[in-house]
C-alpha cells in the first residue's frame, strides 16, 4: 500500500511560487561626476535684463517729456523724441518688416521699430528665443514677480495640464489675429497707414494709455500683476503675440539645449528650474517654441558635461558666448541705423504741437 504524500505547507508552496515570479530589480544609480567650473550664465543674465530695464526706464522718462514739451507747443524744456520707444509698438514693427520685404525700401515713419523688431527676430532665430529672457523688460518684471511670490509663499501654483494647454493657444491666437491684419495689407497700404495722425503718434497714445489709466484696464493691469506672482510667467507664457512670434522664429535656432544621457544623474533639478515647465531631464534636445534660452537648467545642474547648450554637432557654447552674441545683435544693428541716418524720426515740431495735443481724438484709420 502507497501512503498518500502529505501536501506541502502553504507558506512553502507561497516561497516557491514567488521565486518564479520575475524580480523588479532597480537601476544602479549612476554615479554623480562633478562640476568643476563654475557657472556664470544667471549672473550674466541679470546683468543684461537690468541694463536693458535701466535703458527703458530712461526711454520711458525722456519720452514722457518729449509729450509733454509738445502737449504745451513747447513751453516747457525741449528734449529730443527717443526713438528707441518704438521698440514698444511690436506690431508696427512688423508692418514695417513686410514693407521693407516687399519693397527693399528702408521706412522714413518710425524706422527705428524695424531695426528694433528685426534684432529681436535675429537673436530668436539664432539663439532661441533670448530676447524674452535676456532683454524684455516685461520678461523681467514678469520673472522677478513669480520669484517674488514663491519666495512669499513658498510656491507658485501649477494650472491642470488640460487648462495650460488651453491658455498657451491664446498667445498665437492673438499672434494669427494681428498677423492676418499685417499680412492682408499692401506695402502701400502700410506706407499709408503709417503716414495717417494716428500711425505717426501710436507710441503717444501707447503713453497715454498708461497715463489716463481708466477703472477696467487698472483692474485688468493689477488682474495681470496678481496672476504673473502666483503662477510663473504668466503674461508670457499664456498671453504674449510678441513672443509667440519670436517662439517659432526660435524653431530654426541652431541652438539646442541638449541632454548627454549617459552623463545625466537623473536629478530632475533642471526640470524644476525650467521657468518654461519643459521635461529638460526627459528629453534629448529642447526644441520646443516655449524654450527661452535662459540657461536656468544648464546653471542648476550639478553633474558634468550632462546639460549644455549646443550648436551643431553638440559643440558646447559658454555664457560668455551667447551674451556676446546677443549684444552683438542688438548693438549691431541699432549702431548701423543711427550711423546710416535710418533711426530718428524726422517730421516738423508744429506737425507734433499740432498732433500730441488731440491723441485721443486721433482715430485708427
Avoid at 535684463?49 to 514739451?69: E, K
Avoid at 524720426?345 to 485708427?364: G, R, S
Amino acid at each position: 500500500m502507497i501512503a498518500a504524500s502529505k501536501p506541502e505547507p502553504r507558506a512553502a508552496v507561497g516561497q516557491a511560487t514567488k521565486s518564479l515570479r520575475p524580480q523588479i530589480v532597480a537601476p544602479p544609480r549612476k554615479k554623480l561626476v562633478r562640476r568643476t567650473d563654475r557657472d556664470y550664465s544667471q549672473q550674466l543674465r541679470l546683468a543684461f535684463q537690468l541694463a536693458f530695464l535701466a535703458l527703458n526706464l530712461w526711454i520711458g522718462i525722456q519720452f514722457y517729456q518729449w509729450v509733454r514739451w509738445a502737449e504745451t507747443a513747447g513751453a516747457t524744456r525741449e528734449v529730443a523724441r527717443p526713438a528707441g520707444v518704438e521698440g514698444w509698438l511690436p506690431i508696427a514693427g512688423l508692418m514695417q518688416f513686410k514693407y521693407v520685404m516687399l519693397t527693399r525700401e528702408l521706412p522714413r515713419i518710425h524706422p527705428a521699430g524695424f531695426f528694433l523688431f528685426t534684432a529681436f527676430l535675429v537673436m530668436s532665430f539664432l539663439l532661441r528665443k533670448s530676447f524674452c529672457a535676456w532683454l524684455c523688460p516685461i520678461g523681467t518684471l514678469s520673472e522677478y514677480l513669480w520669484k517674488l511670490g514663491r519666495s512669499t509663499f513658498r510656491r507658485n501654483f501649477t494650472l491642470p495640464r488640460w487648462l495650460d494647454l488651453a491658455l498657451r493657444s491664446l498667445k498665437y491666437v492673438l499672434l494669427a489675429f494681428f498677423g492676418y491684419a499685417v499680412y492682408s495689407m499692401s506695402s502701400a497700404a502700410i506706407a499709408e497707414f503709417l503716414a495717417t495722425p494716428y500711425g505717426l503718434i501710436v507710441d503717444v497714445r501707447m503713453l497715454n494709455f498708461f497715463r489716463y489709466l481708466g477703472g477696467i484696464s487698472a483692474f485688468v493691469v493689477l488682474g495681470l500683476i496678481v496672476a504673473s506672482i502666483f503662477i510663473q510667467n504668466f503674461w508670457c507664457r499664456y498671453l504674449c503675440p510678441y513672443g509667440a512670434f519670436l517662439g517659432l522664429a526660435a524653431f530654426a535656432s541652431p541652438l539646442r539645449i541638449a541632454r548627454n544621457e549617459p552623463d545625466c544623474i537623473d536629478c530632475a533639478k533642471c526640470a524644476k528650474a525650467c521657468p518654461s515647465s519643459l521635461p529638460v531631464d526627459k528629453l534629448i534636445q529642447i526644441r520646443s517654441a516655449e524654450c527661452t534660452g535662459c540657461l536656468e537648467c544648464v546653471a542648476i545642474c550639478p553633474a558634468r558635461d550632462a546639460l549644455i547648450i549646443a550648436a551643431p554637432r553638440r559643440r558646447p557654447v559658454p555664457a560668455w558666448a551667447m551674451a556676446a552674441a546677443i549684444a552683438l545683435v542688438f548693438f549691431g544693428l541699432v549702431g548701423y541705423a543711427k550711423l546710416t541716418g535710418h533711426w530718428d524720426t524726422n517730421l516738423p515740431k508744429q506737425l507734433y504741437f499740432q498732433l500730441v495735443p488731440t491723441a485721443a481724438a486721433q482715430a485708427h484709420p
